[in-house]
């Protein structure tokens, strides 16, 4: 192998960088040439690339966001697209692509390996949902952002003695929302996968809490579960209290990488160059039972990732 091409894709995830840095000094130390594709699978269509030596990945490992851009590409799902992006590889002199992203990535990565490139991909999402690996790139820093803007908040609603809706992100998955509430010492959580009554698991739980003294109240709700204004509104006309909602948004996406992040990120960039270079294709590096594992993509597609019951209920039990 002598050229391996190297992209971001989907919603870029702090740790990117990190990878993108490992596998290209593992290319560096086995003489192949790195190859920095910009914006996805759509500078991949484009030729639009650079090439990568070690120096020129120097200090990323603490930058947030991707070094190499990141895009949603339509024109990729296509046929001509695909054509496109195979033409691009063998024009280019790329025999094997390192796709980190999510379940889109993974989708495109397979293609382009049934079309004979070969492809190996690493799980990077802040929602850290994908099925096949129990950790996903991101996750770590996200919830870290998501827990530091919670804890300033608390402050001022402990000393107003008000009632906080935090809305945080998850594309329809509750594993950060999980994971930030337990942190938080939320009074509740509302996530997809376990449906919830208002009345019992909102409205009453919060008067419970004012029963045995509390005095200021955390919801933390996953983002599509339910309208955090509307809550908050409800809230404060049901049980008179003095409520706020906040979205923390795209701050979640952003900031340096914690040291999980970059730690992860590092082993699983340079295991996947390992990967590429013994000859695998189509395949994700997984983090399963404390190990780097490669999992065929279509398999990977396919398998889903059930939420941690034991941690909800914990969470709920703590919650009095
Ligand atoms: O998948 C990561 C994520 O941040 C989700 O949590 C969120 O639903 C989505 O991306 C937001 O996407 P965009 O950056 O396109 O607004």
Partial sequence: MRRIGILTSGGDAPGMNAAIRAAVRACAQNGVIPVGIHRGYNGLIHSDVVELDARSVNGITSRGGTMLYTARCEEFKTDAGL??????????????????????????????????????CIPATIDNDIGCTHYSIGFDTAANTAIGAIDKLADTMQSHERTSIVEVMGHGAGHLALYVGIAVGATAILIPEKP?????????????????????????????VADTLAIAQRIRDELGLDTRATIIGHIQRGGSPTA?????ATRMGHFAIEALLAGKTNQVVCYRNSQLVL?????????????????????????I
Avoid: W
């Fill in 83 to 120: 054509q496109m992006a195979v033409n691009a590889c063998n024009y280019l002199g790329l025999n094997g692509i390192i796709a980190i992203g999510g379940d889109g990535t993974f989708r495109g990565a397979g293609k382009l390996s049934a079309a004979g490139i070969n492809t190996i």
């Fill in 196 to 224: 919830f009554d208002f009345e019992q698991d909102v409205l009453e739980h919060i008067r419970e809490g004012k029963y045995r003294n509390k005095h200021h109240h955390l919801i933390i709700v996953s983002e599509g």
């Fill in 260 to 264: 999980r992040d970059r730690v992860m």
């Fill in 295 to 319: 999992t065929p993509i279509d398999e990977a597609l396919q398998m889903k990732k059930s939420l941690d019951s034991y941690m909800y209920r914990v969470a709920k039990e703590v919650s």
